[in-house]
């Protein structure tokens, strides 16, 4: 009975081994899925020469354009409203002139009785004046009869100390004289000063054109520098300013293309303005009509075209950066990634030249971050761009 126990219990367990064996087997024979290629889409490098671009953006204003400011403190009695058309030279702004003509008439007051006062003080320093000469006169009389001994010291001194008395008032009306004159001349500017702030409280239009905003009303203060209305002109023409950097010495006649949305112009530069402001100089484009449809105040893609460059050329989103802002184009190599260097020598918004490959090599193509997350020397089907 014993034996019989042990024989059942070897085959239960020969069982077991059998159907372990015949899993393992099985499970060898699956076919496990292997890592797919990567789909990505490619291009040829070529051998060209492309244009090289320095974009920026720009703002397009009408070239008659201006915002009218107050260079006085005073109360706007008139301003022409919104909408409202314009001929050059009418008047279009008008302030409070009141205080700055009572200015005017307390100054000539001023003046008035500063010349009252020059002309008593002249005479007084005339009579100072015939005092002094007539006492310098009798001193080098009585210094000569000294020396001779013909008068005694305290007759001579006597006579010394009228004449420094009378040098002393002469000086001193002099000076009253010239201060009084600085002081009139201090008036006189200021009269002038103030007189030509009258022409600021009257403003004309410099061209012919309409109020396009109002940003103060009648009975509004209006300070020094405070915008009081907008006004557009009617003769057309515009202009498009762009801030460039100093050093890339953006000069007049560079050419420009200027886009907005899916729509580009051609255009030169017309002129540089000059400034050390944050180093930055504005570069002028002038455009006789307003080709792209857009409003004033409108920003647009400027690119300035600053040369050329030959060697190969690839789509421009064929080269990527890495974290370290080293260039890299991902080529194929017998259906397979091949990370590789590059240099840019030019890029714009189509292609860029870039040394490092060969023309006929197909590279990859594509937004930088999906170029950034493809490893190096990985299976991938390249989709070229027929």
Known sequence: MKKWGVIIIAIFIALIAIVAIRKEIHIKRIAYPQQPAYVVQAAIAKTGDIADYENYLGEFINYDEAVIKTRVNSTVIYCLDEGKSFKKGDVIVRLDDTDIRNSIKALEFTRKALQSELIGQASQTEASKVLYENALKTYNRYTSLYKKRVISKQELENVQNVYEQAKASFNIGTQKLKSINDNIGSVNAQIIQVSNNLRYTEIRAPFSGAVTAKFLNVGDLAVIGSPIIQIDGSSGGYKILVNVPIYKQIEVGTKAIISYKDK???????????????????????????????????????????????????????????????????????????????????????????????????????????????????????????
């Open 264 to 386: 580009s112009i051609e255009d030169s530069v017309a002129r540089v303005l000059k400034s050390a402001k944050d180093n930055l100089v504005t570069v002028e484009l002038l455009l006789n009509d307003n080709p792209l449809q857009v409003p004033s105040h409108t920003y647009l893609s400027v690119s300035f075209v600053t040369g050329r460059a030959s060697g190969v050329i690839v789509p421009y989103n064929a080269v990527f950066r890495n974290s370290e802002n080293h260039y890299f184009i991902l080529k194929v190599v017998d259906g397979r990634t091949k990370l590789t260097p590059v240099m840019v020598k030019a890029k714009n918004d189509k292609y860029a030249c870039v040394s490092g490959i060969n023309s006929g090599d197909v590279v990859l193509v594509g937004y930088e971050s999906k170029l950034l997350s493809i490893p190096d020397n990985v299976k991938v089907e390249a989709l070229l761009d027929k």
